[in-house]
């Protein structure tokens, strides 16, 4: 029998996928045979990502578009649905941090980044959703956060985004679920990549991560695979409003 993690025949597009955690979930579901449309702003960084990613025999679409602008997003759907075919799954991963002090923040920063980490997830997800609604079927990944149930000092504007982005998937799965979509999110906790690159060159925070989290380490991005490939495949046909936090146990102690 076929196994139901295998994504052959599906075609996935994961938005800010030119790096970070959008690349590496981008090189699970090819090597579960998806093919991937990769997303980003930055058509340079884009066409290198799509160029390695091709490299290793994944079949894969590089198409540039900005999440926060919804003209740009609608033209991008409808070229991906008439030229290179239907989006069978969608991974929400673009997203950005500003680090300041709540008291200092600046506004126009916190409107950029509610628009780039929620707003965004709005903007891609609903013409998407209703291609795939046309179809019965389909599977919406949304990048929520540990800061999704926690905050830290410096960061309250991006975990109130993350919070958000974990009830909109609830909201998401409890709207078109009737109409054969699973909506689920994946929380991830601290990973080693370029947005954390501040916190992963401070001695003293890496102190308290170790400590922090029972496994003792940062995560790696390549460890988040097995989490979208299960979402995203029939294994989880009734998995839905669901957050999954691939945390190292960061969550399950005080």
Same mark, same amino acid.
């Given at each position: ?9 599906? !075609?996935? =597009? &994961?938005?800010?996928?030119? @790096?970070?955690?959008?690349? /590496? ?27 390695? =990613? ?5 079949? &894969? ?75 019965? @079927? ?38 078109? /679920? ?38 003792? !380490? ?25 957050? =999954? ?10």
């Amino acid at each position: 029998m076929p196994s139901p993690f295998d994504l052959s025949g599906k !075609r996935a =597009l &994961v938005t800010g996928s030119s @790096r970070g955690l959008g690349l /590496a979930m981008a090189r699970a579901l090819a090597a579960a045979g998806a093919t991937i449309v990769l997303n980003a702003r930055d058509a340079v960084a884009l066409g290198a990502a799509a160029q390695d =990613l091709a490299a290793t025999g994944a079949k &894969v679409n590089a198409v540039a578009f900005d999440v926060t602008n919804r003209d740009s997003i609608n033209q991008a759907i409808n070229h991906i649905e008439d030229e290179i075919g239907p989006i069978d799954i969608l991974v929400n991963n673009a997203g950005m941090q500003f680090r300041s002090s709540l008291e200092a923040f600046p506004p126009e920063k916190f409107d950029q980044l509610i628009t780039t980490n929620l707003t965004s997830v709005f903007n891609v997800s609903q013409p998407v959703a209703r291609h795939m609604i046309a179809r019965g @079927r389909g599977k919406i990944i949304n990048t929520c956060s540990l800061m999704s149930g926690f905050a830290r000092a410096s960061i309250a504007p991006y975990a109130a985004s993350k919070a958000a982005v974990a009830n909109l998937t609830r909201g998401m799965a409890v709207d078109w /679920a009737p109409h054969g979509l699973n909506v689920n999110g994946i929380a991830p906790g601290y990973f080693a990549t370029e947005l954390n690159q501040s916190l992963v060159e401070d001695p003293k925070f890496n102190t308290w991560l170790e400590a922090r989290t029972p496994m003792g !380490r940062w995560g790696k991005p390549d460890e988040l695979g097995g989490a979208v490939v299960f979402l995203a495949s029939d294994a989880a046909t009734f998995v839905n409003g669901h957050i =999954l936090y691939v945390d190292g146990a960061f969550t399950a102690t005080a």
